[in-house]
């Protein structure tokens, strides 16, 4: 059993490298668990940011699921060379995006990587495109608290984390784990958003507390967190994922809200 | 870009070895996404097998995020070892279970793990789990398309697997993914099951669309798939897999039959 108790853990007096030195700030966001909604968020941050006049980038580093293409409605897009030989971003709604959905030839061509491989193409990711400089490097994280995680930690100095969970109980006992993660890597968390909190009946308006209700409020309580939003579930949201729109610009009012709120308070630390 | 566009494939001719030699079928419950019910539907349909009197093993391959032991709710017990230093598997509705959940000290320890070491606990748990002799061997797979995902193909000559989606367009796209995988790996794919197919409000009954409709439909008849169920979800089921009980025997009458057929189609395989 020596292999399965045996955690790597890394010294706190390692700093880490810094090979996104073209970004003043870089922030996580992560989840303990898939299917929260955690891409979704990450994109709705990097618009809110971009829309305050910051330069923002966005790379996907959710390898195995890349959404960051569709939910930019670039999906069809393929990478580009510039003279340099780097590789030239996507862009819509003013955020600069990389994925590695942008480098196959397919929508459905699955990226059977070792996960050293798929940790070679995150650092060419941050290493060879043509961000510019940027304000904001925000990073759609794999869920999990694996190899990406690690390598991520140890790359880039990172300003923070943003954990997003569902008010379940299955999902907020992931997150706790990745709370534990980040607070051994001595990564600040900046705060809990909760995704799906209620599911609004587009007809009637009544709130259904599909996925339970409280979680991330008991997660900000154990952990001593800021609940940053508890973001509602609506058909339109879904509709507007598929589509390549942002909830932060043509959601509903209440949702619209929500986000700048959170884009607003991560702008002012 | 050589390292990105490099793909990790197999020989189709080389044979996957055999860590499972006391299984008679070894069954992979995939998806692309996290997030879609993955765990939930692996557990009722090892549940549904050992109902019939077979002797069933469910193994939660998901490293990162181990949801069984909560499931099954064992979450609070911890390992033990025979006499022939073999890990004792956990035990509940006549299902032996093992997972790295049922190995940390803590709920919220994180398994900051190397993916080389994610592979070696799992190996182990192959080898140095007290499982006894099997007719059905269920592995909760991780989502994605990764290391795991890999090795298990190696390492066990897999009867099949059974993807796990939601009907949104962003969760179907990472299932065509998977899909692809299996397909290049030679594992055949039993078919496809739609969880979370609509929402059914308690007072009304109505039903929501809340993530889309015709998505696992779709997949389908692009990849000519048997679609398996489509599973409503419902408060009741979330309640049940907070507090440990199966779908398929406290669940709706609907939810119920719809698991009782699934498990009816693969013992009839």
């Given at each position: 059993m020596e292999t399965i108790k045996k955690k790597i853990t890394y010294g706190s007096s390692q700093k880490p490298n810094n090979?996104?030195?073209?970004?003043k700030r870089v922030i996580a966001i992560s989840?303990?668990?898939?299917?929260?909604g955690k891409s979704t968020v990450a994109a709705n941050i990097a618009v809110g940011l971009a829309q305050k006049g910051l330069r923002v980038g966005l790379l996907?580093?959710?390898?195995?699921?890349?959404s960051i293409p569709r939910l930019f409605g670039v999906e069809n897009e393929h990478l580009a060379w510039n003279d340099n030989n780097k590789m030239i971003p996507s862009e819509n709604f003013g955020v600069k995006l990389m994925s590695v959905g942008l480098t196959?030839?397919?929508?459905?061509?699955?990226?059977?990587?070792?996960s050293s491989v798929a940790i070679s193409a995150l650092i060419q990711f941050l290493d060879d495109v043509?961000?510019?400089?940027?304000d904001y490097m925000i990073i759609d994280m794999p869920p999990g608290t694996g190899d990406v995680q690690l390598t991520m930690a140890q790359e880039i100095p990172l300003f923070g984390a943003i954990l997003v969970t569902t008010p379940q109980m299955l999902a907020t006992d992931d997150v706790s784990r990745a709370i534990m993660m980040f607070k051994e890597t001595h990564v600040p968390i900046l705060g809990i958003i909760e995704n799906m909190s209620y599911f609004i009946a587009p007809d009637t308006k009544v709130h259904y507390d599909i996925f339970g209700s409280g979680g991330a409020k008991r997660l900000c309580e154990n952990y001593e967190l800021p609940l940053l939003a508890q973001i509602p579930l609506t058909c339109k949201m879904r509709e507007l994922s598929d589509e390549g729109k942002m909830a932060i610009i043509f959601g509903e009012n209440e949702i619209k809200k929500s986000y700048q709120e959170v884009v607003k308070k991560i702008a002012e630390r």
């Amino acid at each position: 059993m020596e292999t399965i108790k045996k955690k790597i853990t890394y010294g706190s007096s390692q700093k880490p490298n810094n090979r996104a030195p073209y970004a003043k700030r870089v922030i996580a966001i992560s989840s303990g668990k898939g299917g929260v909604g955690k891409s979704t968020v990450a994109a709705n941050i990097a618009v809110g940011l971009a829309q305050k006049g910051l330069r923002v980038g966005l790379l996907d580093a959710d390898i195995y699921g890349p959404s960051i293409p569709r939910l930019f409605g670039v999906e069809n897009e393929h990478l580009a060379w510039n003279d340099n030989n780097k590789m030239i971003p996507s862009e819509n709604f003013g955020v600069k995006l990389m994925s590695v959905g942008l480098t196959t030839p397919q929508n459905d061509t699955p990226l059977v990587w070792r996960s050293s491989v798929a940790i070679s193409a995150l650092i060419q990711f941050l290493d060879d495109v043509a961000w510019g400089e940027l304000d904001y490097m925000i990073i759609d994280m794999p869920p999990g608290t694996g190899d990406v995680q690690l390598t991520m930690a140890q790359e880039i100095p990172l300003f923070g984390a943003i954990l997003v969970t569902t008010p379940q109980m299955l999902a907020t006992d992931d997150v706790s784990r990745a709370i534990m993660m980040f607070k051994e890597t001595h990564v600040p968390i900046l705060g809990i958003i909760e995704n799906m909190s209620y599911f609004i009946a587009p007809d009637t308006k009544v709130h259904y507390d599909i996925f339970g209700s409280g979680g991330a409020k008991r997660l900000c309580e154990n952990y001593e967190l800021p609940l940053l939003a508890q973001i509602p579930l609506t058909c339109k949201m879904r509709e507007l994922s598929d589509e390549g729109k942002m909830a932060i610009i043509f959601g509903e009012n209440e949702i619209k809200k929500s986000y700048q709120e959170v884009v607003k308070k991560i702008a002012e630390r």
